[in-house]
């Protein structure tokens, strides 16, 4: 994957960010749908894929929960960037989101941003696997009466 010249104001006219929040599941999904098919006042559909890839990055980062729905539109606006000659990037923070991906097999096809400014340049991290959570070094408790 290449990156976009963040010098170059008309490579940045090509690329489109779009920041979903709450929750996008089956009920709405059809407005997730909507938002990721409706180009922005700065960027025609007609004027990106004429000169250079369309950059679509969507920005998951307020996303409570989302389900398989969700993966579904990202899927299909994915597949008709690449026939356009353009492509998807994804920007999330929550290891939900990744879980999803991971479990659906689609990492792939969707490396994890950290921010917007690294999914436009294409500079993601391929960790492999997401960081566990911290978790309490407590002792276990004492069974009563001592025993095992």
């Not at 353009?86 to 990744?98: D, E």
């Not at 999803?100 to 391929?126: C, E, I, V, W």
């Not at 959570?133 to 408790?141: D, E, I, K, N």
Request: one cysteine or more; glycine letters at 8%; charged letters at 20%.
């Amino acid at each position: 994957m290449t990156g976009i010249d963040v010098h170059d104001p008309v490579a940045l006219s090509r690329c489109h960010v779009v920041r979903a929040e709450g929750e996008i599941d089956v009920f709405t999904a059809t407005d997730f749908a909507l938002l990721l098919n409706t180009p922005s006042g700065s960027c025609a559909y007609a004027s990106c894929s004429s000169a250079a890839p369309f950059l679509l990055v969507v920005d998951l980062r307020a996303v409570a929960f989302m389900d398989c729905a969700a993966i579904h539109e990202l899927c299909q606006v994915r597949t008709r960037r690449q026939d356009e000659g353009g492509q998807v990037r994804l920007v999330y923070g929550q290891r939900s989101i990744h879980i999803l991906l991971r479990a659906l097999r689609l990492t792939g096809q969707f490396p994890h941003y950290a921010t917007t400014f690294k999914a436009r340049m294409g500079s993601f991290d391929p960790t492999g696997r997401w960081p566990r959570a911290a978790r309490p070094t407590s002792r276990p408790l004492p069974r009563p009466g001592g025993g095992r």
